[in-house]
Every structure is written in structure tokens, then in C-alpha cells.
């Protein structure tokens, strides 16, 4: 089964598809690339303070579309738990985590400033999921680019995997993060890639560039 473990395709609850009709014709390119299930990984963070029951009601909204309309594509509620304190501390409190292919968990830092993290220190949570029997994904460490190559390899001794954002090898994210995503696939430490699939204009550039 050929699966996307990291997408935004919930219509409304974060930066994603913003309506119904969007988020259809995205799990429809989707399904038309060959995908039989998709992660439906809203973000949980400072702006999108997503939980278990945003998630599930408007991934049952769009499951329902989608069969009315014969979109073969199966849809998994999760989310991608940003790591600040803002979100993440009531993440744990209040157990709002949700696995995927049996006890995967995507997580991410923020993209730019590492400040924003505040005290929380990103490989002790990652410790902690893994003492609590989940996987943790750490999603596109190729955009961190205030991390070194090293970090990476701490993270992997850790027990974390790394996914890869499709569209990063070919210059969607600019061309630092199309060198640092080489170098880290070129050391094999990719398990996953998924679309982080958002609008319209993610979909073009895959049919044009991957499809």
C-alpha cells in the first residue's frame, strides 16, 4: 500500500485545504499519484491548537465526500505535534496523541527560529514517546537548517526517523534545503517521505517536477 504519512488536506482547522472542495481535489491528486491512504497530519501548534476531536470530525467530513464521490483513498486522523510549549505540554497532559501505522508519531520543530522551542529540548520528548512505546518521525529535517548533519545522527541513535518532504531533492524549498536533503538521503537516513501536501499550488509542482 502505497501511503503519505504527512499531509494537510482536512478542510479549515490549519494552513492547509481551506474549504471541502479543496481539500477533495487534493485527496484526489492524491489518489490519482497512486496513494491508497493518507496521514491526515494537521498541524498542533502555536496558531492551529488542534486535539483528537477537531481532527476526527473534519476527517469524517471529508471521508464521507470522498465516498460519495468514489475517491479511493483511505484517510488516517493524526496530527504534526509542533514542539513548544504552547502546545506540546498539553499534548502530553492530556494524552492527544495519535498514531499512525500502529504507533508512529510526526513531530517537527519550527522551521526558522529554534528560540520558539523555549525549554524544551526536542530529544528528551523524543525519548520520551519512544519510553511510552510510540515512533516518533521527525517530519522534514532538511528545512531545519540551523541544524548540523551531526544532530541528525543523534536524533537517528535515538531511536527517531526521519521523513522527507516530497519536493525537497528538487528545489520546492529553495536550494539549501535541496543540498542539505541530498546529504541526508545520500547518508540513508530517510525512512519515510511524504507530500506535506497543502494547496493547489503543491499539487502543480509535483505533476510538473515528481509525477
Not at 482536512?10 to 472542495?21: M, S
Not at 520543530?109 to 528560540?115: E, G, K
Request: hydrophobic content about 40%; aromatic content about 10%.
Amino acid at each position: 500500500m502505497k501511503v503519505d504519512c504527512h499531509c494537510h488536506i482536512l478542510p479549515g482547522i490549519d494552513d492547509g485545504a481551506q474549504t471541502l472542495e479543496e481539500s477533495v481535489f487534493l485527496a484526489g491528486k492524491l489518489a490519482e499519484w497512486g496513494y491508497q491512504r493518507a496521514i491526515c497530519t494537521s498541524h498542533s501548534t502555536f496558531r492551529y491548537r488542534n486535539t483528537p476531536a477537531t481532527v476526527t470530525a473534519a476527517c469524517d467530513t471529508l471521508r464521507a465526500v470522498l465516498e460519495r464521490r468514489g475517491i479511493a483513498l483511505e484517510l488516517v486522523p493524526s496530527m504534526e505535534y509542533r514542539f513548544i510549549p504552547e502546545t506540546w505540554p498539553a499534548v502530553r497532559e492530556n494524552g492527544w496523541l495519535m498514531p499512525w501505522e500502529g504507533n508512529h508519531i510526526l513531530v517537527e520543530l519550527p522551521i526558522h527560529d529554534p528560540s520558539k522551542i523555549g525549554d524544551i529540548v526536542p530529544l528528551s520528548e523524543m525519548r520520551w514517546l519512544i519510553s511510552q512505546g510510540y515512533q516518533p518521525v521527525l517530519a522534514h529535517p532538511e528545512r531545519y537548517l540551523y541544524l548540523k548533519m551531526d544532530d541528525y545522527q543523534v536524533f537517528k541513535d535515538a531511536g527517531v526517523e526521519l521523513q522527507r518532504n516530497l519536493g525537497s531533492l528538487e528545489g520546492m524549498y529553495g536550494p539549501e534545503v535541496s543540498e542539505r536533503a541530498a546529504a541526508i538521503d545520500a547518508e540513508g537516513m530517510y525512512e519515510w517521505v511524504g507530500s506535506d501536501l497543502h494547496q493547489k499550488e503543491y499539487a502543480d509542482f509535483f505533476d510538473e517536477h515528481i509525477f
